[in-house]
């Protein structure tokens, strides 16, 4: 597996260096992701992904060989973060949006984007402890799974 992951590396390096690097975004985590997940591929290979934290889980403890175990903690926690999927909203609404009466009204409800950040907006008046990153998956989770215009 490790050897035939490293022939791949070889052959994958003739185009690593030319293709632009995007910038990771700040965060605790993005030092480890640039040292331990550029050596083998360009780092587009990670940034142009949305995977749950669960995938992100199975390759980052694949593919971070060398890290430790909270380096590997800090760079799930990071690529979840920021390349997560919607998986991430619907565990943000379950915490978040049960604290203060059932989440699941929000099945009730079909609303456009704008009307669902709307509905965040007010929860977040009522109390509700949502980061701005937060909102913005939240918000795209109920959107596409409680949305007007179903997009998938
Ligand atoms: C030892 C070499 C090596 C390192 C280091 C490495 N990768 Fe990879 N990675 C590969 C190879 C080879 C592939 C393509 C074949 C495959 O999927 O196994 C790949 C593919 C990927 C993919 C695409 C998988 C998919 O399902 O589309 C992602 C995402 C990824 N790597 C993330 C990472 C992250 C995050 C790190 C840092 C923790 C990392 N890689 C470090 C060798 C590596
Ligand atoms: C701090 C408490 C609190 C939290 C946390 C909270 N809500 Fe509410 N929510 C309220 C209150 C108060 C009302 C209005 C009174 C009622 O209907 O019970 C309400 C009403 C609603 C309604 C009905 C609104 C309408 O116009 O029909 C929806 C939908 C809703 N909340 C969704 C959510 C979602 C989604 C979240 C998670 C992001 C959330 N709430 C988190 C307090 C909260």
Not at 69 to 91: H, Q
Not at 117 to 133: L, Q, R, S
């Amino acid at each position: 597996m490790w050897v035939w992951k490293s022939l791949i590396c070889v052959v994958f390096a003739g185009s690593v260096f030319a293709g632009k690097a995007q910038p990771l975004p700040d965060g605790p985590g993005k030092k480890i992701i640039e040292s331990a997940c550029a050596g083998c591929h360009d780092l587009n290979v990670v940034t142009n992904k949305k995977f749950s934290k669960q995938r992100w889980q199975v390759l980052v403890l694949g593919m971070g060989g060398s890290l430790s175990k909270s380096e590997s903690a800090a760079a799930i926690e990071y690529l979840a973060k920021n390349f997560g999927d919607s998986d991430r909203g619907k565990e943000l609404v379950e915490e978040i949006c049960s604290l203060c009466h059932e989440w699941e009204r929000v099945k009730d409800h079909e609303l456009s984007k704008e009307q669902w950040a709307g509905v965040i907006k007010g929860m977040i008046f009522e109390g509700a402890p949502v980061t701005d990153d937060e909102f913005e998956a939240i918000v795209d989770y109920l959107a596409k799974n409680f949305g007007k215009a179903k997009e998938q």
